[in-house]
């Protein structure tokens, strides 16, 4: 009775090949990676000037991809968040207001925060929907950007260190670009060593067997969301700096390409499934795009609609909405191609 | 005859019980899903729980694992209450539980999933090694080899259910749980599994083991508790029942009764659905016909393909390969759509009546009307007077109680709900009805009302094709058994020479079926 | 509250087999306050501000609410179509009420407005499909999908008009309209009356409407149904558009000029006097009566804020407050309720 018999559970042990193309299967971010050859390619032929002037295709790359990788940890517990289109300007309209730059930063990182830890209060402990949370949050945000600014501009006090803030600090790299790289790092080692960060997998994946096998589901929403408002804050901040003032209207155009560069790169909306490379890659290829168009003359509104297209195109081409067209083409072609049995 | 057993159990095990239930109530609403239960189960024994389909077991699982909180009465482990309410405290106090959905995450991998919760860290980060080195052990403990890095999604579902024992085996428990694990493996599978249990219980573990099939709790377990209607009917020892007595314990009747109900055949008609050659995903190939006035079964295994079969053949799912008509009056139609599949008088009874049936917050009568309203409007605009009048014949007609066609269908029990879709379908005469599970979670009285109709409805010159795990109900039903395993037709048997046992054993691979 | 989510009954595996009966639903404040409570609070509301607003009650000012709450209003009737179908919201509103009115007047200037109309007809017509095809057939996220289709119109919008504002012909029948009045109530008033009771109808007595309330209270259902559901959310997405068509060219009327920055917001203040009128934000409940209710509510509100001498900015926060506060109320009705 108690003899250990082997048993074949139909798990096949595959060679090298079966191996690489499980881990191709595997990965989300083909269609980054598709758009950013397309990017590339135009690029090489058309603007080569994106790569001269790596400058500023990096420090766009900073801006898309800071609020976007942000964002990357709330979608993959599939949840939503809105309002980083407002934090960023509550944020910089904030830090401008204090003559003191470091104490302002440090006011402004906490209010993301708090904001944060305030809509994810609405989701998990209210229980409302994170896209109604949020879509409400961003629209108080920005109200509330404009009384602090009184609808104008807010200057900064001390506009040397804005200055620099805009000029390389390592090698070439300016600050700006360092921190978004340091924030990637830190979002990817996060979201695949810490365990925190690989239970927010759990969460979007399947959230009541996370629940069962005792993740703390609540906790790791709200530090989602926290995340989210505190990168969207930092964002703010070092878009304030930039200007070397801050607009309470800004952070409008973020919001789209933020999710714009993490649904093309992979990033799952209903949870559990992407990467913070993929929301990289997504990021590059559109700060690529978006320089390239500057360069070539392409006005804003044109360059609106382009990136509009590609968010447009890449939320309708995830696995689900694949796979829910095949389904309803198939029928259609079936009764399209066989007669009646009766005619 | 509840309550003299039940204490005479208690105080024989309770010096050695580790983990005692003592008056347990649950309340759902106003539907008391266990009421007054008493469990005491001792290191080392295999507990049975059985009981029909809604007797409060999985709820009385979920209660013992601290997922819910009883209403009145209390776990003891190992002496101390548990504190309810939170499944991880009572993953620390030592109860895991094996549920009957798998409950992993897909994207993670092996080592991922076994350690989910109770993840090994080094300063916060993830310790690698100590994670694959706990799962290696696990899997290692129940003698099943899979690679620690794969990720869920891609292991096969009898795979998927070892890991998920494996996790509960990682966190070192006192007391296991296992709802249902065999029902969707193959034979030998389980008997590696009912092997690997006894080898635990050996080693001191306590198990509960919920299941439907009898022979595997006669080959294991020690003890069992039967529940009915949420009640403690009787706990005894195994070696002191046989069989059909517990059968009957179960169901509350002689099973001999059921039988004799068994439904006159019907003289045949004409073929109403052919389909031949389905295939979709977890459909291998399946030729199916079903005539006027005939009743036919699809008996099997949850997850044996059965669902998916009849979703793929009118439509409702993506279908890869087959041919399916509908032959009403002479006039022949090709099912190429879901869509078509109504319009050419089929009426489709999902198994999941809450998510895919009916619509909750709407009223009866906007359910019924759903997809009657091209023959209750005109020119696009409802005719709000035939609405209630059809509402309230089809409401009377499946004697829907209260019959208030005014009220949220949610407000309804789970049998005047089905009672609803039943309803809306009859009010489209259909040809062809297809059934699946009729009456899952479904009260008695409820049930035999919907057997009626059923039988009716054959009577009147539709077929019928119903999908069914409950045995009795199969066989009181068909006519004809076609009894589906790994996607596959493995045999089929005239109503008169189905009985349990022979279903089963088609059901379950464990004897060649002669196929009829 | 404790750290962990109890499992609610319809989740549970063997979730209650009841005898006949249904349960009993006893008072509840919350329940009433998501309800019936929008009735009172305008109806508080506006006694408070006519006793204590200096302004409010005067003609001139009851004119200029209805001509702001017209538009808005007209666009809110719309867009509860796609609530109800439980697709959140219609972001793209914006730009279809800043094209409508750009085309209308760009066009009536440079050839004819019969012209103009067509064309946003047309153009409506064209946002209804792109934006239901993406979420009825490609079952893409609502929100995103009209995020992506409101750069990409606006961006349209802007690039063929440079940004510049069009100005109507002062005698021209678009400017007469817009100054028409019977009594306090501007004619853009009657055209917001109209489409409510004919979208109340569309609603509550059309096969289109059953099936949109339908798909909002459970799509697989009415799928299941034999229901073409594709063609029910291109529906509700097309309603919305011609919503905001009309609400466009209410708002090019009174103001006789037309930009493309002109319906700033009117995606959230649509959404406010939707939810706040009552419809359920997770779909299958609601009524065209309540938002326009919910126009009043919200209308009244912003109009009591500039009285007032609140700006932009509060006006925003107090819209954005607005609608987390309806949400979280009937959310926590439910939740009350279920338990």
Redesign the interface.
């Known amino acids: ?7 074949d ?3 096949e ?1 595959t060679d090298l090949i079966g191996r690489v193309k ?1 881990t191709f299967a ?1 990965r989300t971010e083909g269609r980054a990676v598709v758009l950013l050859i397309a990017v590339l390619i135009w690029a090489f032929i058309w603007e080569s000037t994106v790569f001269t002037a790596y400058q500023v295709t990096l420090g766009r790359l900073a801006l898309i991809g800071l609020t976007a990788v942000g964002l990357t940890a709330v979608i993959l517990m599939g949840e ?1 968040d ?1 309002s980083i289109a407002s934090i960023l300007a509550v944020s910089g309209v904030v830090m401008a207001s204090f003559d003191n730059v470091v104490v302002g930063i440090l006011v402004a990182l906490a209010i993301g925060l708090v904001i944060g830890a305030v809509n994810a209060f ?1 989701v998990v ?5 994170s ?3 949020t ?14 600014s009184d ?1 104008k501009p807010v200057t900064m006090a001390n506009k040397d260190f804005a200055l620099d803030f805009g000029k390389p600090l390592l090698g070439e790299f300016t600050p700006r670009v360092l921190i978004f790289i340091l924030a990637f790092i830190t979002m990817q080692v996060f979201l695949t ?4 960060g ?2 927010f ?2 969460v979007g ?2 959230r ?11 906790r790791r929403v709200f530090t989602g969301f926290m995340i989210s408002g505190f990168v969207a804050a930092g964002a703010g901040i070092i878009v304030t700096l930039q200007l070397t003032a801050a607009d ?1 209207t800004a952070g409008g155009d973020a ?2 390409t933020s ?2 560069a993490a ?1 093309v790169g992979g990033i799952l ?1 209903t949870g ?2 992407g990467s913070v490379l993929g929301t990289l890659l997504g990021a590059a290829s559109l700060a690529i795009l978006q320089v390239g168009m500057t360069f070539n003359g392409i ?1 804003s ?5 382009i ?3 590609v ?2 195109v890449a ?2 081409t ?1 696995p ?2 694949i796979r ?5 083409a ?3 072609l ?2 399209r191609s ?1 007669p ?3 005619g | 005859m509840g309550a003299q057993p039940r204490s005479e159990h208690e105080r024989r095990s309770s010096g050695a019980a580790i983990i005692e239930a003592h008056g347990i109530v649950k309340r759902f609403g106003g539907v008391t899903a266990v009421d007054n239960v008493g469990l005491a189960v001792s290191p080392g024994e295999i507990h049975a729980l059985v009981g029909e389909n809604g007797a409060g077991k999985s709820t009385l699982m979920r209660v013992l694992a601290g997922i819910l909180r009883p209403d009145e009465g209390t776990v003891l482990v190992n002496g101390e209450p548990l504190s309810a309410g939170s499944a991880k405290s009572a993953l620390e106090a030592g109860v895991s539980l094996v549920h009957q959905e798998l409950s992993l995450v897909p994207e993670m991998t092996v080592a991922e999933n076994i350690n989910l919760g109770f993840t090994p860290t080094r300063a916060g980060f993830t310790n690698r090694r100590e994670q694959r080195r706990i799962a290696a052990e696990a899997l290692d403990e129940i003698n099943v080899s899979v690679d620690l890095d794969e990720p869920i999604s891609r292991l096969s579902v009898a795979l998927r259910q070892f890991v998920e024992i494996a996790r509960a085996v990682a966190r070192k428990p006192r007391i296991l749980i296992l709802d249902e694990p065999t029902a969707t493996l193959t034979p030998a599978e389980t008997a590696y599994l009912l092997d690997m249990l006894q080898r635990l219980a050996e080693r001191g573990l306590a198990i509960i083991y919920i299941s439907h099939r009898i022979p595997e709790i006669f080959r294991i377990c020690d003890r069992v508790t039967v529940l009915r209607d949420g009640k403690h009917v009787e706990t005894v020892d195994i070696a002191e029942i046989r069989p059909n007595e517990l059968v009957s314990m179960m169901v509350g009747r002689d099973l001999e009764q059921d039988l004799q109900s068994h439904r006159e055949p019907a003289a045949p008609g004409e073929v109403v659905l052919s389909a031949s050659g389905i295939r979709a995903a977890g459909v291998n190939g399946i030729d199916l016909t079903v005539r006027a006035g005939e009743i036919v079964g699809l008996g099997g295994l949850v997850g044996a393909g059965r669902t998916e079969l009849v979703r793929a053949m009118i439509g409702a799912d993506i279908r890869s390969a087959g041919d399916v008509t509908v032959a009403v009056n002479g006039s022949v139609r090709r099912i190429t759509s879901y869509q078509s599949a109504i319009a050419s008088g089929v009426a489709y009874i999902p198994e999941e009546r809450r998510t895919d049936g009916l619509a909750l917050t709407m009223t009866v009568s906007d359910n019924i009307a759903l997809p009657n309203r091209r023959r209750l409007s005109q020119n696009g605009v409802l005719l709000f007077g035939r609405i209630a009048e059809f509402a309230k014949r089809l409401a009377d007609e499946v004697g829907l109680r209260p019959p208030e066609i005014g009220r949220a269908a949610g407000d309804f029990s789970g049998g005047n709900q089905q009672k609803v879709v039943l309803a809306k379908w009859l009010g489209r005469e259909p040809d062809l009805i297809i059934l699946d599970e009729p009456t899952r979670g479904v009260d008695v009285g409820a049930k035999v009302e919907i057997h009626r109709l059923v039988k009716q409805l054959a009577a009147n010159g539709a077929a019928v094709l119903v999908v069914s795990s409950d045995l009795p109900e199969l066989l009181e039903l068909s006519d004809v058994i076609h009894v589906v395993r790994d996607g596959r037709v493995v045999g089929t048997l005239s109503g008169a020479e189905a009985d349990e046992q022979s279903v089963m054993s088609l059901a379950s691979g464990e004897t060649t079926g002669s196929a009829a | 509250m404790t750290a962990e989510l109890t499992v609610e009954p319809g989740e549970t595996p063997e979730s209650a087999d009841q005898e006949a009966g249904v349960e009993q639903q006893e008072f509840n404040v919350l329940v009433w306050m998501s309800e019936q409570g929008v009735f009172v609070f305008t109806a508080l509301l506006l006694v408070f501000a006519g006793i204590f607003i200096d302004g409010f009650a005067s003609v001139d000012n009851i004119t200029d609410v209805f001509n702001r709450a017209a538009p808005i209003g007209i666009v809110a009737v719309g867009m509860t179509f796609v609530v109800i179908s439980a697709n959140y919201l219609d972001l793209s509103v914006v730009a279809q009420v800043a094209t409508s009115a750009v085309l209308l007047l760009a066009v009536s200037n440079s050839n004819n407005m019969l012209l103009g109309m067509a064309l946003g007809l047309l153009v409506a017509i064209a946002y209804g499909i792109v934006n239901g095809v993406a979420v009825g057939v490609f079952r893409a996220n609502a929100v995103i999908v009209t995020l992506s289709t409101t750069f990409i119109g606006l961006g349209l919008l802007r690039w063929r008009s440079g940004g510049s504002i069009y100005f109507g012909d002062p005698d021209g029948v678009i400017a007469t309209f817009g100054k028409t009045k019977i009594g306090p109530f501007p004619l853009a008033m009657l055209v917001l009356i109209v489409v409510t009771v004919a979208m109340h109808f569309v609603l509550t007595r059309t096969t289109f409407g059953f099936l949109v309330k339908s798909f909002g209270s459970n799509r697989e259902a009415t799928r299941l149904a034999g229901v073409n559901t594709p063609l029910v959310v291109i529906g509700a997405f097309t309603v919305s558009a011609l919503g905001a068509l009309l609400g466009g060219w209410v708002l090019a009327a009174f103001s006789n000029t037309a930009v493309s920055s002109m319906s700033d917001g009117f995606d959230f203040e649509a959404l406010a006097a939707i939810i706040v009128g009552g419809t359920r934000v997770f779909g299958g409940k609601g009524s065209v009566l309540r938002t326009l209710l919910g126009v009043v509510f919200v209308s009244a509100l912003t109009n009591i804020m500039v009285l007032s001498g609140y700006g932009f900015g509060y006006q925003q926060m107090a819209i954005g407050a607005l609608i987390v506060l309806a949400v979280s109320v009937d959310a926590l009705a439910r939740k009350v309720g279920s338990s």
């Open positions: 009775m108690t003899q250990t018999a082997t048993l559970l139909g798990h042990k499980t595997r939503l809105l609405f402990i209210v229980g409302i929907n896209f109604i949370a879509l409400g949050m961003l629209f108080f945000l920005r109200g509330l950007a404009f009384v602090i609808g060593r810490v365990r925190v690989r239970e997998y759990a994946g399947n009541e067997a996370a629940r069962d096998a005792g993740v703390p589901v609540r309470p919001l789209l999710f714009a649904i909306l559990g499934r006005e509104d044109v360059q609106n609609i990136i509009g297209l968010l447009f939320v309708i995830d689900n909405s829910a067209v095949v389904g309803s198939r029928a259609f079936r009764s066989a009646d049995p009766a």
